[in-house]
T-cell receptor
Framework: GQQLNQSPQSMFIQEGEDVSMNCTSS?????WLWYKQDPGEGPVLLIA?????ELTSNGRLTAQFGITRKDSFLNISASIPSDVGIYFC????????????FGKGTLLTVNP | KAGVTQTPRYLIKTRGQQVTLSCSPI?????VSWYQQTPGQGLQFLFE???????NKGNFPGRFSGRQFSNSRSEMNVSTLELGDSALYLC????????????FGSGTQLSVL
């Protein structure tokens, strides 16, 4: 089945630093989504990407849909303590496939 | 607009029992998906419903079942609970197109003792 490799598994950074994380897939995706999950809550959608090469921003967050359609990147600039959480990438291959495949997540810790 | 509502938030059951979880999607959303989240396996797809029909199913045993009602609300049922069924069960809704953005509820934390 489809698998997403998300890296890094965890990051420990200082407040104000920039962060990068990425997801790679062995198969092509038509949609890439990035979510953030706080403890005890459901994932919250951050950014959605629908075209290869697309670069989309949401405040301090920027995500890109890789040209090969097999990868995606999420950058967070000038991190703040409330950025702490688990970040998930998710992909969908389209057609009659109505499920999302999720990466295992990146645990981000921000030291004030 | 209200978000996705899942009830109950917490459940404690014993092995062998069965459980029913409920999900109310965002108004106007006709697709409801269910995911199981565990620390070891991450988010695993259970099934997806659209207009009361199951369109996709994940690799879970038949003990896991679901249904969707005409008002798009959905329930999932787990019978003969096992210890390994302890997890956060997440419901997500969308408009229903493949690859559409999913909006998640806060989940139901199920503990099987």
């Amino acid at each position: 089945g489809q698998q997403l490799n998300q890296s890094p598994q965890s990051m420990f950074i200082q407040e104000g630093e920039d962060v990068s994380m990425n997801c790679t897939s062995s198969s092509i995706f038509n949609t890439w989504l990035w979510y953030k999950q706080d403890p005890g809550e459901g994932p919250v959608l951050l950014i959605a990407l629908y075209k290869a090469g697309e670069l989309t921003s949401n405040g301090r967050l920027t995500a890109q849909f890789g040209i090969t359609r097999k990868d995606s990147f999420l950058n967070i600039s000038a991190s703040i303590p409330s950025d702490v959480g688990i970040y998930f990438c998710a992909g969908n291959s389209g057609g009659s496939n109505y499920k999302l495949t999720f990466g295992k997540g990146t645990l981000l810790t921000v030291n004030p | 607009k209200a978000g996705v509502t899942q009830t109950p938030r917490y459940l404690i059951k014993t092995r062998g029992q069965q459980v029913t979880l409920s999900c109310s999607p965002i108004s106007g959303h006709r697709s409801v998906s269910w995911y199981q989240q565990t620390p070891g396996q991450g988010l695993q797809f259970l099934f997806e419903y659209f207009s009361e029909t199951q369109r996709n199913k994940g690799n879970f045993p038949g003990r896991f079942s679901g249904r969707q009602f005409s008002n798009s609300r959905s329930e999932m049922n787990v019978s003969t609970l096992e210890l390994g069924d302890s997890a956060l069960y997440l419901c997500a809704s969308s408009l229903g197109t493949a690859g559409e953005k999913l909006f998640f509820g806060s989940g139901t934390q199920l503990s099987v003792l």
